[in-house]
Structure formats: C-alpha cells, structure tokens
C-alpha cells in the first residue's frame, strides 16, 4: 500500500497514484525544462544586439528592444498564470504556452525588419511570464514545508545556470551559422518538456466557463509598464523634457495609480496588497526587484561590453560567462539547503555584499582588462546571486499566509521580473548618458593649447604621410580618428559608471535584508513570551 503524500487536491493525487513518490521529481523535471529553455531565450540575445544592431541598421538603444520587450512583456504575462492554470488546467496551459513560445522562435528567426523580431520577441516573453510562476507554483505544491528549500534550490539552479551559458551558446552559433539561427536553438528542450508535460503535469477535462479576472487591472498595469519602459528606453532620443516623454511618464505614473487603487477595493485582485501589510514579505520582494534588475542588467552589459570595448567576439563574450555558470551549479543547490537550516536573511546579506564588491571592480574594467580577470568577477557576482535568489524566494513563501501561497508567489515573481525589465532598461540609458557626458567633457579638453593632443595628432598625420596619404587630408583624417578614439574613451567611461550604478543599487538591498533579519528576531522573541513554558 502506497504512503500517503500529502494533502493534495484530486488533480495531484491521481498523478502520485500512477507514478508513485518519485513524481516530484519527475515533474520537477519536466518543469524545469521548460523553464530553463525560456530562461536561455531570454539571455542568449545579449550576444546578438550588435549584430542587430548592423542588421537593421539601427543604435543600441533601439536593438535593446529585443532583449526589454522580451522582459516586460514576461512580467506582465507573469499575471496571468493563475488564470490560465484555473481556466485551462496545468497540463493545458503548460503545453499551450510551449507551442506559443516556439511560434515566437519561429518569427523571430526569420523576421524581416527590427518590429518583426520584437514582436516575435514579445510572443517569447509572454511564454516565459506564465511558465515561471507556474512551475514554481507546482515545486512548492508538490514538496513538504521542510523539502522546500532544497526543492526550490534545484530549480532556481537551473534557472540561473541558463544565462550564464545563454551568450556562450548563442556566440558559437553567431560565429558558425546566422544570428537568426539563435532564436531556434531553445526548441529542442521545449519540445522535450512538451512531450514530459503532456504525461506528467496533471490534467482536468477543459470547461468552456471561464473563471473571472480582473481584466480592467490587467489593462492598467500592462498601459502602466508598457508607457514607463518606452519613456525610459527613449528618454535620450526624444529627449527627457520633450512632450512625448513627459506625457509617457504622465500616463504610466496615472495608470500605475489607479491600478494601485483597483487593486486595493477588487474583490479578486490581481496583485493582493494585503500581503505587503507582513513586512517580512515586503522586504522579500524588495530583495527581489534588486537581485532582478542586477541580475538581467548584468546579464546584457557584460557581453555587449566584452564585444564593443574589448572586441571579443561573441563566442568569446558568451565564454566569459561560463566560469559563472559552473560556480551556479555548485553553490545554490547548497545555499537552497542552508535556507532551510539558517535564517534566510544570513546568506542574502553574504549574497549581496558579493555581488556589490564584484560590480564595484568591475566598474574598474576597459579594454586592456584580461578575460579571466573579467571571468572572475562574473563568478564573484554570480556566487552572490546563488546566496541571493532561493533565500529570498523562501522568505517570501514563508511570510505569506498558506490560504494565498500561490498569490504570494506570483507576486514575488511579478516583482523580481519587473526588476529585470528596469534593470535592462536602466542600464542603456546610463551607458548612453554617461556616454554623452564623458565624450562632451573629454571633447572639450581637445584644445591647441593641449600638448597631449597636439603630439597624437602629429604622429598620427605622420603615419598617413608614410602610407601615402595625401597631405590635403591628412590633418582631417588625423582629427576624425582623434574623434573616434575618444568616442572609445567615452563609452567605456559610459559602461564603468554604469556598473558603479549596479553595484550602488545593489547595496542598497541591505537594508531590506536587515529588516528580514530584524522581523524574524522579533516574530521570534514574541513566539517565546507566548510558550507556556517561558
């Protein structure tokens, strides 16, 4: 006679009556997969953006919408997993969501122009917003309180081991095939999760009544996000006092308002507000958006960085990663386990100090910085993440009241992919800020009083008059690569302060981490003047 599970609806039961003890894991599995194949997706575009950037003929901060409309069209999606899990059924949802996803790669492998690809982009990224929550969703189900850490650990895994290798494989398939052969390189282990899916998530007969949703909610957050990450993503171009930017920002603050305010008298909110009155919870997802925003910015900068300032080429630029995915693979299985043995706020405060130190040296790098020491401070960063990312995710659930677990963790979800599509975002427009600023100032030190500038620009004209350039262009040829050299100086300044930046907010994560700590110390003292023994 088979061991009783756990108290599971007629759903699960039924799939723990067929397979026996060992389905957590298999559907573990199977979850992953699917979830590791849309994690990959969302980071082996950070190779591509220079090669989109001269396929399409436009600037970085255009091509970064195939990397942003990714992300935030995920964390909108991330909304509606309980909706499509209540309408459809896991099993249906899952698969369905997998062929959209692998409709999207299509598109996008043979889009024509820069709108097509996004659109295929933005498919991929509503895919990847329903998929996360959903598995994890089911981990946390299927798994007793006391296997929860280990069990999310193993997920979060290879969660994160995929954007450490995503560049890697998407530069080996740039430098062999196309560009556009990248966007099919995921389809292999989503038709393998498909086919786990279909026998292993739990299934219902499917109802043509729809359950009822907040659609007017959804409306306003969607307006909310799309409006703030266009004006953040073309503040530069249009300019940030022009009227489209100011009315941008107008309509996505307003809407974020009154979002805020459904949410607050909704009879079935989308987002619960009940669960940031816990203030353990509230300090759980604030961790969340910092480790997304420094997890998905680093994630893009650091390979756009190694090819643009140091001229690796993208398989190189995706190596640099590697070392950081191997060091993933070893510590967050173990730092999963301590979550379940120590306070989560101890190895988050370690995480984040980590973190914080490697972008700090980063900040240091330019093109004479060796690989190994650029491979370095990624595993140093990545080390932190490992600490970081299943303690939050623990801390989170374990705020949350047991009757809105499953709310609690599409929050948590919502707030750190919402995270990552700032950080992305951000992260451009400080490059591209910081960039103007270093090259006006540095462009305004170039005087004829300047002896340094003087002396460059005469060996430079010397070296034209040797390879038999004519002396009418010299003196012009000679200021135009004046003109491009400090461009470089500029744009590597542009990256240097932009990882200071990372590093800063991410030190600012402290702060919640403390009052995790301090919550639990007083959740912990109170518990004590209740025993009856004390």
């Not at 990714?70 to 459809?88: C, D, G």
């Not at 190694?306 to 001229?311: N, R, S």
Request: charged share 10%; proline share 5%.
């Amino acid at each position: 006679m088979k061991k009783p599970v756990k108290t599971l609806d007629a759903d699960w039961q039924a799939q723990f009556d067929r397979f026996g003890p060992s389905y957590r894991w298999l559907v573990t599995i199977a979850g992953t997969c699917g979830t590791i194949a849309m994690v990959l997706s969302s980071t082996i575009v950070n190779v591509v953006i220079p090669s989109v950037m001269g396929a399409y003929g436009v600037e970085q901060g255009q091509a970064q919408w195939v990397a942003t409309g990714f992300i935030a069209t995920m964390v909108a999606s991330q909304l509606l997993n309980a909706w499509m899990i209540e309408a459809l059924g896991i099993r249906t949802a899952y698969c369905l969501i997998l062929l959209v996803f692998t409709a999207g790669a299509i598109i996008c492998a043979g889009s024509p122009t820069l709108e097509v690809l996004v659109a295929g982009r933005i498919m991929q990224g509503f895919s990847a917003g329903v998929i996360m929550p959903l598995v994890m969703s089911t981990i946390v189900s299927i798994f007793p309180e006391n296997r929860r850490g280990f069990a999310i650990g193993l997920y979060a895994m290879g969660t994160t081991i995929a954007p450490g290798i995503g560049p890697f494989i998407g530069g080996i398939t740039i430098d062999t095939l196309t560009w556009r052969h990248m966007f099919l390189v995921p389809l292999p282990m989503v038709g393998f999760a498909f086919i786990m899916g279909m026998f292993l998530m739990p299934g219902r007969k499917f109802s043509f009544r729809m359950p009822s949703f907040d659609w007017t909610g959804y409306s306003l957050v969607i307006t909310s996000l799309l409006c703030i990450t266009l004006g953040i993503g073309n503040g530069q171009r249009w300019g940030w006092g022009s009227d489209e930017i100011v009315i941008t920002f107008a309509i996505g603050i307003l809407t974020a308002g009154m979002f805020v305010y459904s949410q607050l008298h909704s009879k079935n909110p989308i987002l619960d507000p009940t669960l940031f009155i816990n203030p353990r919870f509230t300090a759980a997802v604030l961790i969340a958006f910092a480790f997304g925003a420094g997890n998905f910015a680093t994630n893009y900068a650091i390979p756009v960085f190694t090819q643009t300032v140091q001229g690796f080429t993208p398989t190189k630029a995706g190596l640099v990663l590697i070392p950081a995915g191997i060091a993933l693979t070893v510590l967050i299985p173990i730092a999963g386990r301590l979550g379940d043995s120590v306070p989560n706020h101890y190895p988050i405060l370690v995480g984040i100090v980590m973190f914080s130190a490697a972008m700090f040296i980063m900040s240091g790098s330019n093109a004479h910085t060796a690989f190994w020491t650029i491979a370095a401070l990624t595993v140093l960063s990545r080390s932190g993440l490992a600490f970081v990312n299943p303690n939050m995710a623990r801390a989170a659930t374990r705020a949350a009241p047991p009757d809105k677990l499953h709310r609690s963790i599409g929050t948590y979800n919502f707030i750190r992919q919402l995270g990552g599509a700032f950080g992305v975002n951000i992260i451009v427009v400080l490059q591209e800020t910081r960039t103007a600023f270093h090259s006006e100032q540095l462009t305004a030190t170039q005087t004829a009083a300047n002896p340094t500038s003087r002396e460059f620009l005469g060996k430079v004209e010397t070296l034209l008059n040797e390879a038999g350039v004519p002396e009418a262009v010299q003196q012009p040829g000679a200021l135009d690569y004046l003109g491009k050299v400090i461009h470089a100086q500029a744009f590597t300044k542009g990256f240097q302060d932009a990882f200071m930046i990372i590093a800063f907010t991410f030190v600012c994560a402290l702060v919640p981490a403390w009052i995790l700590g301090r919550e639990r110390a007083r959740r912990h003292a109170a518990a004590q003047q209740a025993s009856p023994s004390s």
